[in-house]
């Protein structure tokens, strides 16, 4: 079984940033398309951001260009680098394998207020 600890979430103004981190138990990195996912108030978790083994990346179209998912593979932490934020992008945010492979964890509140 794998955990994951996500953390740097926080309540930040429309337009700001905020850097989230994503730790698992072990590594996991080289072997799986992880993700970010977002659960918004009254919503379903989604799919936000994906990393590939080979460092590929995509987004969902609201976060396109404002969101950068990354990976410090010898630290073995993922991050969301996050900017220009809307109060749309409020609401929970967890990391997992693309497919939700591996045990959820708490996730971090990110809350923007306009």
């Known amino acids: 079984q794998v955990d994951l600890v996500e953390s740097g979430g926080g309540e930040v103004q429309a337009g700001g940033s905020l850097k989230l981190s994503c730790v698992p138990s072990r590594r996991i990195f080289n072997a799986n398309n992880m993700a970010w996912f977002r659960r918004a108030p009254g919503k379903q978790r989604e799919l936000i951001a994906r990393?590939?083994?080979?460092?590929?990346?995509n987004y969902k179209d609201s976060v396109k260009g404002r969101f950068t998912i990354s990976r410090d593979m010898s630290r073995n932490i993922m991050y969301l680098q996050m900017g220009a934020l809307k109060p749309e992008d409020t609401g929970v945010y967890f990391c997992n394998s693309d497919v939700g492979m591996f045990n959820w964890g708490r996730g971090t509140q990110v809350t923007v207020s306009s």
């Open positions: 990393i590939y083994p080979s460092g590929a990346v």
